[in-house]
């Protein structure tokens, strides 16, 4: 997974779809990465993800505890439309993809 580390904001870039069959792996990935860096902002780009599981959902959760400024962004339609559906623009910002 790509990441970068800016003015205390990191971003973490995730790419495919988020699902129960690689959401551990992803996990993993995303608690390495937190661990090793020192930031105060996240910022998750899902510009290239297509679709999100339930699985996928609990990552960004798992993010939102470890940091109080979280957002979502670059969202797809139809994962945006799950974002928003089960209330995370309740937790953490969510922006949705421009055209």
Do not use: W
């Not at 996990?27 to 297509?50: C, T």
């Not at 957002?71 to 799950?82: P, R, T």
């Amino acid at each position: 997974m790509k990441h970068t580390l800016e003015n205390q904001t990191l971003t973490l870039y995730f790419s495919g779809e988020i699902n129960s069959s690689n959401a551990d792996g992803i996990e993993q990935n995303v608690d390495s990465i937190l661990s090793s860096s020192a930031f105060s902002a996240v910022l998750v780009d899902l510009g290239e993800v297509p679709y999100v599981s339930s699985a996928g959902l609990r990552i960004f959760v798992r993010i939102r505890q470890q940091c109080d400024d979280v957002s979502l962004i670059n969202a797809q339609g139809v994962v945006y439309e799950v974002l928003e559906m089960v209330g995370l623009p309740n937790l953490m910002r969510v922006e949705k993809k421009k055209d």
